[in-house]
């Protein structure tokens, strides 16, 4: 059975850091992708970036230079290190996996983590 925790949410001022973690457990990091979403209130959850096997990586553009996605395969963790962070990130933040399909397909963000809640304030 997948699983997907996530960890390292909290307040913090603008222009602060946080490192959230996403710790997989029954699952093989394959060619597909994990991703970090984020849903604010009253607006829909929201990609904002994603990894593959090969470490290949994609930023949504309200993140990107500010919000880096790695992984660890060793500790089956997926990390997102968000730094110079705005009042506009504060939402709850979710990591979710492809479930691998096939040879070559991947049902996209098919397992989701419970979420953790980031909250960035003036």
């Known amino acids: 059975q997948v699983q997907l925790v996530e960890s390292g949410g909290g307040s913090v001022e603008a222009g602060g850091s946080l490192l959230l973690s996403c710790a997989v457990s029954?699952?093989?990091?394959?060619?597909?992708?994990i991703g970090w979403w984020r849903q604010a209130p009253g607006k829909e959850r929201e990609l904002i970036t994603a990894?593959?096997?090969?470490?290949?990586?994609r930023y949504d553009d309200s993140v990107k230079s500010r919000f880096t996605i790695y992984q660890d395969k060793t500790k089956k963790t997926v990390y997102l290190q968000m730094n110079d962070l705005k009042t506009e990130d504060t939402a709850v933040y979710y990591c979710?996996?492809?479930?691998?399909?096939?040879?070559?397909?991947?049902?996209?963000?098919?397992?989701w983590g419970q979420g953790t809640q980031v909250t960035v304030s003036s």
């Open positions: 029954g699952h093989a990091f394959s060619r597909c992708e």
């Open positions: 990894i593959d096997n090969r470490g290949d990586t």
């Open positions: 979710a996996a492809d479930r691998p399909s096939g040879r070559t397909g991947c049902v996209k963000f098919n397992y």
